[in-house]
Structure formats: C-alpha cells, structure tokens
C-alpha cells in the first residue's frame, strides 16, 4: 500500500491542512494518508506536551466528518523526544513493512530541510511530495537537491504537488485567537 505520510503538530489543524489531505485523497495516487500528530517539531518553539493528546482526538474528530482514506496516527506521542521524522519514517516502515511511505512537506519544510535529522535519507529512502507556501519556489529547490544528491549519487525523490495555495498557517490562527478576533472559519 502507498502511504502518504503528513506529519505536523496541527496546533490547530485548519483548513489548509484538510485542503492538502483532500488534494492526497482524491488527485494523486496514494493508498491512504496518514495524519500523524507530533507532540512538537525539534525545529520550533516548545508547545505544550499535555496538548499533543487533544491535538490527537482533535484531529480524529474533525478527519471523521469527511468519507476518506486518512489515519489519524499517534505513533509519535508514544515516542522518545525529540520526535525527528525520520525516526517516524523508520517506526512506520518497522510496524508496516509492506508499505511505501512518502513524507508531506509543504515547500518551506523542503526549503530547510537540510536542517532535519538525516534529511538524505528521508529524501532517498523514502521521499517526499510537496505542497506550495507563499514565498517559496517548490521547483527550484527541489532542482538544487536534485543537483546536491545526483553530485552524491544519491537518490532523491521529490514531487511537486499541483495542488493550489491555500494561505493560511497555524500561527496566524493562533495569532488572531490571541488578538480576540473570530478564526472559527478556519478551523477544523
């Protein structure tokens, strides 16, 4: 079975992020989507850990008003931090060997993912498809990592998502709660 393999810490999950899972479900050629809830990236600011189990229920409320292909997976909760992906990536291969799994980003993750944790291997191993952010050129960066792994001999599997941009972020949601105005339209 080909997995797609969406991780994030949804803090909240909106509907940006239920645009990508739609866009996975019904326009590219994965089996199913798994939803994976990170108590926090090793990459940003501390959120609170004691979240991470409503952030999961959350997001299983909101995946089951839809009929579609998607996991909630709280694989990462019963893991060790830091929560890197490509630890996620192995757990999964471990518990599932007969699956493919590919990792979601969104074209600012792949412009930093030189920063993660055995970023190479997610990429050769494994994969990712990406999704555009304002501000960020998904072709020309995967270009430049095509050029850094095939200089390595290395695999790279990077595909670009054509799915269109739906610009709207966790911070900024949490932004504007904080500021006291009305985000209830963009949740899930």
Not at 13 to 22: D, E, K, N, P
Not at 61 to 83: C, N, T
Not at 102 to 113: K, P
Not at 168 to 185: K, L, V
Request: hydrophobic content about 40%; charged content about 25%; overall charge neutral.
């Amino acid at each position: 079975m080909k997995v797609a393999v969406y991780s994030g810490t949804f803090n909240p999950l909106h509907i940006g992020h239920m645009a990508i899972i739609l866009y996975l479900t019904r326009n590219m050629d994965f089996d199913m989507v798994y939803l994976v809830v990170s108590p926090k990236n090793p990459l940003k600011d501390t959120i609170s850990a004691d979240s991470a189990r409503a952030r999961y229920e959350a997001a299983c409320r909101a995946v089951s008003k839809y009929s579609l292909k998607v996991k909630v997976d709280d694989i990462e909760l019963g893991m060790p931090s830091p929560q890197y992906t490509i630890r996620t990536l192995d757990a999964l291969k471990a518990r599932e060997p007969g699956n493919s799994f590919s990792l979601v980003v969104g074209a600012d993750n792949l412009a930093n993912l030189h920063n993660w944790k055995d970023y190479r291997r997610i990429l050769s191993e494994y994969g990712v498809v990406v999704f555009p952010r304002k501000g960020f050129d998904a072709e020309a960066i995967k270009g430049n990592l095509e050029k850094e792994f095939s200089e390595a001999h290395l695999p790279c599997t990077v595909r670009i998502a054509g799915a269109p941009l739906v610009d709207i972020s966790s911070t900024e949601i949490r932004e504007g709660m904080a500021a006291g105005r009305d985000m209830s339209g963009y949740l899930m």
